[in-house]
């Protein structure tokens, strides 16, 4: 079956930096966007980033200037700088067919989240 399996998470301290990464799998990714979420504690899931097949990527404001994302085919990376405490989330991988969408309800698939931590 379609995997999206993410790494990467971690415990960090306010201003560190993590490499968020995750791998799909059980199908072709192509003409898919993907992207990542998160979600903190008694909080909606929100959108942070994403990168189409083709185009030019786009980033939630809260994070712009300082998560980048990537991609080599099915996989897709998060390079996080300048860490805050209001970063700590699950973050989760997440794909579409088709051009960047940034509501959680138009993904096809979902990884299972990976889990970071900024302290202060």
């Known amino acids: 079956q379609v995997q999206l399996v993410e790494s990467g998470g971690g415990l960090v301290q306010t201003g560190g930096s993590l490499r968020l990464s995750c791998e799909g799998s059980?199908?072709?990714?192509?003409?898919?966007?993907m992207a990542w979420f998160r979600q903190a504690p008694g909080k909606e899931r929100e959108f942070v980033a994403a990168?189409?097949?083709?185009?030019t990527s786009r980033y939630a404001d809260f994070v712009k200037g300082r998560f980048t994302i990537s991609r080599a085919y099915a996989k897709v990376y998060l390079q996080m700088n300048s860490l805050k405490p209001e970063d700590t989330a699950v973050y989760y991988c997440?794909?579409?067919?088709?051009?960047?969408?940034?509501?959680?309800?138009?993904?096809?698939?979902w990884g299972q989240g990976t889990q970071v931590s900024v302290s202060s």
């Open positions: 997440a794909a579409n067919y088709g051009r960047i969408e940034v509501m959680e309800g138009r993904m096809d698939y």
């Open positions: 059980g199908r072709t990714f192509n003409s898919y966007s």
């Open positions: 990168v189409p097949w083709t185009g």
